[in-house]
C-alpha cells in the first residue's frame, strides 16, 4: 500500500470526520452493538494513528 | 492500556488446513446468531457504498485473501464504553444500554478448505476470517456457514460518563 502525506490541516479534518463518525456510533440506540463494536474498534485505531502522525509532524 | 504482548506477530495464520486453531477468537454479533451469513461492503474495502450485501448481488462481488469476517483475540470493549453489572447496567438511561454478544469458533474442528484465519493487528487484537484463493461472496458465505460457532458471553456496556 502507497504511504500518503497530509498537511497537519488535513489531518485535522481527517480526525474532525472520524470523531464525528465515532460519537455517531456511540451514541447509537441500538441494545445490540453487533458490527458497531467492530466499526468503533477501527475508528478508534485510526484515530489514535493520525493523532500520532500529527503530533511527530 | 491493552497488553498486546499476547498477541502474535501480524500475518500469523491461526487456522488453516493443516494449522489447528488453538486459542479463542470472539465476534461481535447478534443475540441469537454470529451474524456471519453476510458481509458488509466495508468488509470488501468497498466504499462508495455502505451496509450488508444483497444476497441478490452476493455473485457479483469477490472475496480476496485478507477481505472477510472481523474477529478479535479477546472481547474488546470500545474506548467510551465500560463494562457494567447487571445492576448498574439496569439503572442507566434505557437508551445508553448497550449489548455486546461475544461469539466464537469452537476449537478441534477442521477449517473449510479456501478458508483461513489470519491475525493482521489492525487494530491491535484483529484477525480475519478469510479466503486462500480469490471467490465469490456467494461461494465464500456458503465455506462459512460450516465454520462451528457458539456463543462466548455477553459484556453489558454503557457510556463512562
Not at chain 1, 470523531?19 to 475508528?43: P, V
Not at chain 2, 494449522?19 to 468488509?43: C, H, Q, T
Not at chain 2, 472481547?75 to 467510551?80: Q, V
Not at chain 2, 479456501?114 to 465464500?140: E, K
Amino acid at each position: 500500500m502507497k504511504s500518503l502525506d497530509f498537511t497537519d490541516k488535513e489531518l485535522t479534518y481527517l480526525l474532525i470526520s472520524l470523531r464525528k463518525y465515532e460519537e455517531k456510533l456511540l451514541t447509537d440506540e441500538s441494545e445490540d452493538m453487533e458490527d458497531t463494536t467492530t466499526d468503533l474498534l477501527f475508528i478508534q485505531s485510526l484515530i489514535s494513528k493520525l493523532k500520532a502522525a500529527k503530533s511527530s509532524q | 492500556m491493552r497488553n498486546q504482548n499476547n498477541f502474535p506477530v501480524p500475518g500469523t495464520v491461526l487456522w488453516a488446513v493443516d494449522i489447528d486453531l488453538e486459542r479463542d477468537v470472539f465476534r461481535s454479533g447478534a443475540a441469537s446468531k454470529p451474524n456471519v451469513e453476510y458481509l458488509r461492503f466495508v468488509d470488501l474495502n468497498i466504499d462508495d457504498q455502505e451496509g450488508c450485501i444483497p444476497d441478490d448481488q452476493a455473485d457479483k462481488f469477490t472475496v480476496n485473501p485478507g477481505q472477510g469476517i472481523s474477529l478479535f483475540l479477546e472481547r474488546m470493549i470500545p474506548e467510551g464504553l465500560v463494562i457494567m453489572d447487571a445492576a448498574t447496567w439496569k439503572n442507566i438511561d434505557k437508551k445508553k444500554q448497550k449489548k455486546i454478544n461475544w461469539w466464537g469458533i469452537d476449537q478441534n474442528h477442521p477449517i473449510p478448505g479456501g478458508l483461513t484465519l489470519i491475525y493482521d493487528g489492525q487494530p491491535p487484537g484483529h484477525c480475519t476470517l478469510t479466503v486462500t484463493r480469490s471467490m465469490p461472496v456467494s461461494a465464500f458465505l456458503a465455506l462459512v456457514a460450516l465454520v462451528p460457532f457458539s456463543p462466548r458471553g455477553i459484556d453489558l456496556v454503557g457510556p463512562i460518563h
